[in-house]
């Protein structure tokens, strides 16, 4: 199958809806695209909840340039941009709008983001569903300000008196919110009513889903859904099992669903990672048949804030991970003419025979595999919080190994993997006994905090540590990591900073454990252990690490990687994952669904690839039959893979990347 392009746009009421249309045809003739998704109301356009007789007009409006391009053969399908709105940007709740808005925790109130508990607002919001409905969108698009966090200047919400009262109602409590937010945080085992208030949140979204669902498609109309970081999502409780349902109404439709995952500007080749980390997440708490059209966003607008370069790998990595659809922003929502800048549609029509190429060449049934980072959708309501009060610490940090081992060069996954996971951080509470069991019998890295977890919950005997705590720089000079095992460093003797490490995780080594690196002091004095490998009683390895995972790459240095890459290939000794080894931030993908195989090998350095690179095909991979490199142009080339090297056809620069298959 062929990719779907859709296309992102907004006109508004102040343009010649004629004049616009004419310009919208000749869009879809130049860049072939599949479908058109016009936008009300959104970014600059925007001036709070629109009245019913604005949103009338919109419609109207729309008419003329909605029957031009479908005229064109294309789909067309509408995204309101508000549901409770996204922030405020000083707009205010309008003359009749007597709604009640989001409350944060600390009784905070929003000036214009609404509760969606509000009976008089959920009126509102039904009878614009209607008008849209009953117009002709393959799809109405719910925005992601359906969500409880991130509507500045709200961190967090929404603790209103409706929201409290539905609380007390279900649970048969008097609590007010002071009591309900200092309960729901409170240190140590997650006290019951986190899981009721979490319960609570996610059952009265799901309702207004289901809803929604019903209005639009009784006009034969699909409702879709668009995500934010589903970390952020897990501390509102979302169960996505239960919003699939809600989206299809308990029947075997794909659920449409537009994944948020890459950076809106330019980003870093530190976020790359993260943003593969992002769709694999996605993809795992879909189900397998869903219709998922990642979001290839440009906000703000233009080639000065995001290079065609990384908007070509944006879209190839969406369709290398069961992307269906790609919803592509390349014009912008104030009224400017596509013409304004050409380079955009041909930029779109280049790319196309690479695109359709991956969509064939990649069929949604590939999962990823690799060292697996497992994600859960329940660490929100499993994490042991540490201080009172503190609403934001349930959101777990969600960067962590996969950005560390895809920097080294090692592919991963964000399910659970067979044979070897990497866990970090406070999210490890997600995980049950049973699990952690099965995990600790097979190969485990563990960083600071997920070993310091695990022995708080009696692991000791399976991770080689006991008596767990962390220790700062005042405590504890420490400065830098010395190696002196050299199956576990690029040679013995090599040192890796930690001198902008907060803190350090230090533990007793059990009599069978081994130190691989020790923590030095600026003048080399020997503080305590570094890098410690165990084997366990259950036949399991596990290596523990005194740093934590969650701090970025930007301490990232061959000696890390090294370290790193030797040890996997000691908690994989059966060598059943992926890897590569050539240059700085050349990172593998590889995704099978048992039967067929793909990898792809990115380069997100700013320095060119030019020479060989090493690459180990997960075990049970055949050798590839094609080898195909793809540059920014979205030119293919032949690549040759032979004995383990992987030759370029050309210099591989930053954003493009080398298919096999
Ligand atoms: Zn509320």
């Not at 569903?129 to 992601?144: M, N």
């Not at 409170?186 to 949140?201: F, I, N, Q, V, Y």
């Not at 930029?347 to 969509?359: C, I, N, V």
Request: proline share 6%; hydrophobic share 40%; charged share 20%.
């Amino acid at each position: 199958m062929p990719t779907h392009i859709t296309l992102r746009m907004q006109i508004g009421l102040n343009q010649n809806a004629e004049d616009a249309g004419h310009r919208i045809v000749d869009l879809i003739r130049t860049t072939g695209a599949d479908e058109l998704m016009f936008f009300y109301f959104g970014e600059e356009l925007n001036d709070g909840h629109e009245p019913i007789e604005r949103v009338r007009q919109w419609i109207e409006h729309s008419r003329v340039y909605r029957k031009m391009a479908a005229a064109e053969g294309v789909q067309i399908s509408l995204n309101p941009w508000h549901t409770l709105l996204h922030c405020e940007r000083g707009r205010r709740l309008k003359p009749g709008q007597n709604w009640r808005t989001l409350v944060a925790p600390d009784g905070q109130t929003s000036p214009v983001c609404v509760c969606p508990l509000d009976p008089r607002w959920r009126d509102y919001f039904d009878a614009t569903l209607r008008l849209y409905a009953a117009e002709d969108f393959r799809v109405i698009w719910i925005d992601d300000d359906i969500r409880l966090h991130n509507h500045t200047p709200l961190a967090w919400s929404c603790f209103c008196p409706l929201h409290v009262a539905e609380f007390n109602r279900r649970t048969g409590q008097n609590a007010t919110r002071e009591q309900i937010v200092e309960h729901c945080t409170a240190p140590g085992e997650p006290h019951p009513w986190r899981e009721r208030w979490l319960d609570m949140w996610d059952d009265t979204q799901l309702e207004l889903i289901d809803h929604w669902r019903q209005i639009v498609e009784a006009r034969g109309v699909r409702l879709g859904l668009m995500t934010s970081c589903l970390e952020n999502h897990a501390a509102e409780g979302r169960r996505w099992e239960k919003w699939w349902r809600a989206m299809t109404g308990d029947t075997n439709k794909p659920p449409v669903v537009r994944p948020y995952f890459w950076g809106y500007n330019d980003m870093p080749n530190q976020a790359f990672c993260q943003a593969l980390a992002f769709l694999d997440e996605a993809r795992v708490s879909q189900p397998p048949n869903a219709d998922n059209g990642p979001e290839v966003e440009c906000y703000t607008y233009g080639r000065w804030n995001k290079s065609f370069r990384q908007i070509h790998a944006q879209m190839s990595a969406g369709l290398m991970q069961g992307a269906t659809h790609l919803n592509v922003s390349l014009f912008d929502f104030m009224g400017n003419h596509p013409d304004d800048e050409p380079q955009r549609a041909v930029f779109l029509k280049r790319s196309r025979p690479t695109l359709d190429w991956l969509a064939e060449t990649f069929p949604m049934s590939l999962r990823s595999v690799g060292v697996g980072c497992p994600f859960s959708q329940d660490v929100s309501r499993r994490v042991h919080a540490e201080k009172s009060g503190d609403w934001p610490a349930l959101v777990c940090p969600f960067d962590g190994w996969f950005s560390w081992l895809g920097a080294a060069g090692q592919a991963i996954s964000r399910s659970a993997s067979e044979h070897v996971n990497a866990l970090h951080g406070p999210a490890t509470w997600a995980y049950s006994d049973e699990e952690l069991r099965q995990w600790l019998s097979r190969g485990v890295l563990l960083d600071a905090i997920a070993a310091h977890i695990l022995i708080e919950r009696g692991f000791e005997p399976l991770i080689g540590l006991k008596n767990g705590r962390f220790v700062t720089q005042a405590q504890m000079r420490y400065s830098f990591e010395h190696c002196i095992d050299e199956r576990f460093a690029i040679r013995k003797g090599a040192a890796v900073t930690l001198n902008h490490n907060a803190r350090l995780f230090q533990g007793e080594p059990l009599p069978a454990a081994r130190v691989v690196s020790e923590v030095h002091s600026p003048t080399h004095e020997t503080l305590g252990h570094g890098l410690v490998v165990f084997e366990n009683e259950l036949g399991g390895r596990v290596a523990t690490t005194p740093w934590e995972a969650h701090h970025g790459t930007g301490l990232m240095i061959v000696q890390r990687a090294v370290q790193l890459a030797k040890l996997l290939d000691w908690l994989d000794p059966q060598s059943t994952r992926g890897c590569v080894e050539g240059q700085a931030w050349v990172v593998p993908q590889f995704m099978t669904d048992g039967k067929t195989w793909r990898g792809v090998v990115w380069n997100v350095n700013p320095d060119a690839v030019a020479e060989p690179m090493r690459v180990r095909l997960p075990r049970d991979m055949p050798a590839p039959r094609s080898v195909t490199q793809v540059d920014a142009l979205s030119n293919r080339f032949n690549a040759a893979y032979r004995d383990g090297l992987l030759t370029p056809a050309r210099p591989m620069h930053q954003w493009e990347y080398i298919v096999l298959a």
